[in-house]
């Protein structure tokens, strides 16, 4: 008999569309990873004589404002973007699968005071949020992620939660109470584990909306500060000479459309790949 994992495989590889996202991915990840160091041009490297060249067979994307070499700089950029994705979505999934598996398991007057503190918190303007503390505190990366992670972490409680609520009272939680487990032996070995799956399709749509709003801060100035780069920071760059040197803008823009089509397109495969109702239904 075919384990879940397995099956849960086996059901993603038959998604065209996943599979494709997830190839598609992994090929811009490797890219980003090992391709700057196969170029002939560093990532800060200037050549003022050869500024806002087109894509040619020397700078196969063409160059920048200052002769940098915008397949280098694209690549290196999008490293720090998937930092910033990962580090920001880690610090929501750890504050939000916390806080929605305590409210969930705790019930009753707990978990209506932890919900409407996530309730008020919803109806704060959470990007007006993330740019004040970048304003007021030195900005740095660290910053970035605690900052952007602080912020995206309601909705995983609030699906975390749901799903606790709805576990707690089967019948292997009820024997887990009757051997004498404590609360956090049993929300932490028996209740979460077996949310794993609706937690690892919403990290994958997570990212993507990390990306964005990485992308939104640098493009206002707030985000990654020069030297480093992100893909949302060359998009702003390109923004003010996308009228006479396209390029600059497209490149980075089409590196940004094809992660987030990819990272959608994989969690939209792993949502039914993880859906435990489609295998009584195959």
């Given at each position: 008999?075919?384990?879940l994992?397995?099956?849960a495989?086996?059901?993603?590889?038959?998604?065209?569309?996943?599979?494709?996202?997830?190839?598609?991915?992994?090929?811009?990840?490797l890219?980003?990873?090992?391709?700057?160091f196969?170029?002939?041009?560093?990532?800060?490297?200037?050549?003022?004589?050869?500024?806002?060249?087109?894509?040619?067979?020397?700078y196969?994307?063409?160059?920048?404002?200052i002769?940098?070499?915008?397949?280098t700089?694209?690549?290196?950029?999008?490293?720090?973007?998937f930092?910033?994705?990962?580090?920001?979505?880690?610090v929501?999934?750890?504050?939000?699968?916390?806080y929605?598996?305590i409210?969930?398991?705790?019930?009753?007057?707990?978990?209506?005071?932890?919900?409407?503190?996530?309730?008020?918190?919803?109806?704060l303007?959470?990007?007006?949020?993330?740019?004040?503390?970048?304003?007021?505190?030195?900005?740095?990366?660290?910053?970035?992620?605690?900052?952007?992670?602080?912020?995206?972490w309601?909705?995983?409680?609030?699906?975390?939660?749901?799903?606790?609520?709805?576990?707690?009272?089967?019948?292997?939680?009820?024997?887990?109470?009757?051997?004498?487990?404590?609360?956090s032996?049993?929300?932490?070995?028996?209740?979460?584990?077996?949310?794993?799956?609706?937690?690892?399709i919403?990290?994958?749509?997570?990212?993507p909306?990390?990306m964005?709003?990485?992308?939104?801060?640098?493009?206002?100035?707030?985000g990654?500060q020069?030297?480093?780069?992100?893909?949302?920071?060359?998009?702003?760059?390109?923004?003010?000479?996308?009228?006479?040197?396209?390029?600059?803008?497209?490149v980075?823009?089409?590196?940004?459309?094809?992660?987030l089509?990819?990272?959608?397109?994989?969690?939209?495969g792993l949502?039914?790949?993880?859906d435990?109702?489609?295998?009584?239904?195959?």
């Amino acid at each position: 008999m075919s384990s879940l994992a397995s099956d849960a495989w086996k059901r993603l590889c038959r998604n065209r569309a996943a599979l494709s996202g997830m190839i598609l991915l992994l090929l811009i990840i490797l890219a980003c990873i090992f391709g700057p160091f196969f170029s002939p041009y560093s990532f800060e490297e200037q050549d003022l004589f050869r500024a806002n060249e087109p894509p040619n067979a020397d700078y196969w994307l063409g160059t920048d404002a200052i002769g940098r070499d915008l397949l280098t700089r694209t690549l290196v950029a999008g490293r720090i973007s998937f930092a910033v994705a990962l580090a920001a979505t880690m610090v929501s999934l750890i504050i939000g699968v916390l806080y929605g598996g305590i409210s969930g398991y705790a019930g009753g007057k707990v978990d209506t005071l932890m919900m409407r503190i996530v309730d008020v918190l919803y109806a704060l303007p959470f990007t007006l949020f993330v740019i004040l503390l970048i304003t007021l505190f030195q900005r740095s990366l660290v910053l970035l992620f605690v900052a952007i992670g602080a912020v995206e972490w309601l909705t995983m409680a609030r699906i975390v939660r749901g799903e606790v609520l709805g576990l707690r009272q089967q019948e292997f939680i009820e024997a887990c109470r009757v051997l004498g487990y404590s609360r956090s032996r049993i929300l932490l070995r028996h209740l979460l584990p077996n949310v794993l799956g609706t937690i690892i399709i919403y990290i994958t749509l997570t990212i993507p909306s990390v990306m964005l709003l990485e992308a939104f801060l640098s493009f206002l100035g707030l985000g990654v500060q020069p030297p480093m780069s992100s893909w949302g920071s060359l998009i702003k760059d390109g923004v003010g000479s996308m009228e006479d040197y396209s390029w600059q803008l497209l490149v980075p823009g089409a590196a940004l459309f094809s992660t987030l089509l990819a990272l959608n397109f994989l969690g939209d495969g792993l949502r039914d790949a993880l859906d435990p109702r489609r295998k009584g239904a195959e």
